[in-house]
Each structure stands twice: as C-alpha cells, then as structure tokens.
C-alpha cells in the first residue's frame, strides 16, 4: 500500500478511535470541528484528519488550573515536607 493512499473511516471506527460517541462525533462534524465527506448515504473521514483532530485537542500543561481549587491555608498539598 503506498503512503499517500486514503485510509478511510467509518463513523462508528472513527467515534471508537477518538473515544467517544457516534453522537458526539457527529456534533464535532456538524460544527466544522472534525472534516467529513459523505458519499451517497454513507458518511466517511479521513484517518489522517482525525489523527489530526485528536493531536488538535491535546491540552496544554497548566491550562486546567480553573477545574481545581487553589490551595487555602492548611490545605494538605500532599507532599513530603512535614516537620517532625
């Protein structure tokens, strides 16, 4: 097979691959998120996009400061710098 050639994905394969539903997935088409082509009734993506799609979405260290709460006073940050 040569590199250049078109692997193609279902909706099913592609949802399994990104991890998530068909539902999902197609709210990612839907909104422009995720390229898709539809030929005939069936709807088809591009392995390669959708790797592209998935390395897209890769969070950046630090950006998730806002999911948990700061450290307060006597806030136990788990580390191993008790005194005895």
């Known amino acids: ?3 250049d050639e ?3 994905l279902s909706t099913a394969d592609a949802a399994k691959r ?8 197609y709210r990612f088409i ?3 998120d995720l ?6 009734r ?6 390669s ?3 592209a799609f998935i390395e897209s979405c890769r969070i950046e260290p630090g950006s998730l400061e ?3 709460p700061e450290a307060g006073p006597g806030a136990d940050d788990g580390g191993d710098d008790e005194t005895a």
Do not use: C, Q, S
């Open 42 to 47: 069936v709807i088809r993506l591009k392995e």
């Open 6 to 8: 078109i692997r193609w």
């Open 49 to 51: 996009e959708v790797d």
């Open 1 to 3: 097979m040569e590199d």
């Open 66 to 68: 806002h999911l948990y």
């Open 35 to 40: 390229p898709a082509y539809r030929f005939g």
């Open 18 to 25: 990104v991890g998530i539903t068909p539902r999902t997935l």
């Open 30 to 32: 839907d909104n422009g």
